[in-house]
């Protein structure tokens, strides 16, 4: 009965596999989860290793992104609470203006002794709380004194709302830092892990992997158009970045993540994935930007980098070192990372997830 079960989970992955294999041609042969364990039945512990080095990383990225928009969230809050601070101290202020010519016109009005009680009284507080000047005012000055107190009430409230605010704000940055170290390390450590992998093990693992990535990728049909890219190499050099598939992940602001973060060291070297012309940017969320206007019509944008080694308008060749990766723009205190996207109508058009075709590459 468990062998049949299992004869029939293997034909039925087999036909799946068949029918990736029909569906995406492109793909090349399918390679079995089998296949990928018998190639690496000699570096069974390093594949092991590597797998749980790609999981830990995933964890420590999704860890990471998370904290992001939860200094987001606080900084937001922040910004709102000491808007409110602003205006109800702006508030309190005209109260005491008001005050203060009720004081004088009273004064005017003979209905004070003295304009000294005005000028000797240290704060408008002393002052209201004369006895001379809350008989004299009779109902108006009681008034005020009430708005008074209640708009100060107010600040006060909001003030605590702003110190509380100003700790998790502490909080939420430290845990950010924590979890961009984690992140890191875990990135060195998977990088460490697919260097160990050898020969035929490393190139079926990487195969099935990508072929993994791009079944997910289409079953979740979040790439809204083909990814047929043509001669495509990674923006780095293999082996010398960690990714995760993040197309659609929530960002600051509301908006959706519209590529993938490729995380490599500080100043990696970033290549033209394929020919064509460049241009470059700066500024602005992308902070130090290029597009690739490939040759075969094909857009992609490159973002964070720390400099260039293109000038814009400048042709280059497939495999071109075209800058360096960094974290300018809105990465600025993150991690250094690659913001990758691809579009294939060209600069203007919708972008699709270039995840599968990095993953394709880039190992
Ligand atoms: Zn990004």
Not at 169 to 194: G, I
Not at 242 to 260: L, Q, V
Not at 319 to 324: A, E, N, P, S
Request: with cysteine; aromatic share 6%.
């Amino acid at each position: 009965m468990r062998a049949r079960t299992k004869h029939v989970r293997h034909i039925s992955l087999l036909t799946l596999v068949a029918m990736a294999t029909l569906l995406f041609p492109a793909a090349g042969l399918a390679i079995t989860k089998t296949q990928v364990e018998e190639a690496c039945a000699n570096s069974r512990a390093q594949l092991d290793e590597y797998r749980a080095a790609q999981a830990a990383f995933e964890d420590a990225a999704r860890a990471y992104e998370t904290a992001v928009l939860e200094v987001d969230r606080v900084e937001r809050k922040q910004a709102s609470v000491s808007g409110s601070v602003t205006s109800h101290t702006e508030e309190l202020d005209q109260i005491q203006a008001m005050i203060e010519d009720q004081a004088v016109e009273l004064y005017m009005r003979g209905g004070l002794a003295s304009p000294g009680i005005i000028f000797s009284a240290s704060s408008v507080d002393q002052f209201m709380t004369t006895s001379e000047f809350l008989t004299t005012a009779a109902t108006g000055g009681q008034e005020s004194l009430a708005e008074l107190i209640a708009a100060r009430s107010e600040l006060n409230r909001f003030q605590v709302v702003l110190d509380d605010t100003r700790v998790e704000l502490e909080a939420v940055e430290a845990q950010k830092l924590t979890a961009r170290t984690n992140q890191e390390s875990a990135m060195e450590a998977e990088l460490a892990a697919y260097a160990k992998l050898e020969g035929r093990c490393k190139d079926l693992a990487v195969e099935y992997d990508r072929q993994q990535a791009e079944l997910a990728a289409r079953a979740r049909q979040r790439a809204a158009g083909s990814v047929q890219v043509g001669s495509f190499i990674c923006p780095f050099t293999p082996g010398r970045t960690s990714f995760i598939d993040s197309w659609g992940d929530p960002r600051s602001g509301g908006r959706a993540h519209k590529g993938t973060d490729l995380f490599a060291a500080m100043d990696e070297p970033i290549y033209a994935v394929r020919s064509g012309r460049v241009s470059t940017g700066n500024g602005g969320l992308g902070g130090k930007s290029i597009w690739l206007a490939g040759d075969n019509g094909i857009g992609f944008y490159y973002a964070h980098l720390s400099g260039f080694n293109v000038s814009s308008g400048q042709t280059v060749s497939q495999g071109q070192t075209i800058g360096y990766n960094g974290n300018t723009g809105n990465a600025s205190g993150g991690p250094p990372h690659l913001h990758f996207e691809i579009h294939p109508g060209g600069r203007g058009s919708a972008a699709v997830n270039p995840y599968a075709t990095l993953a394709g590459a880039c190992r």
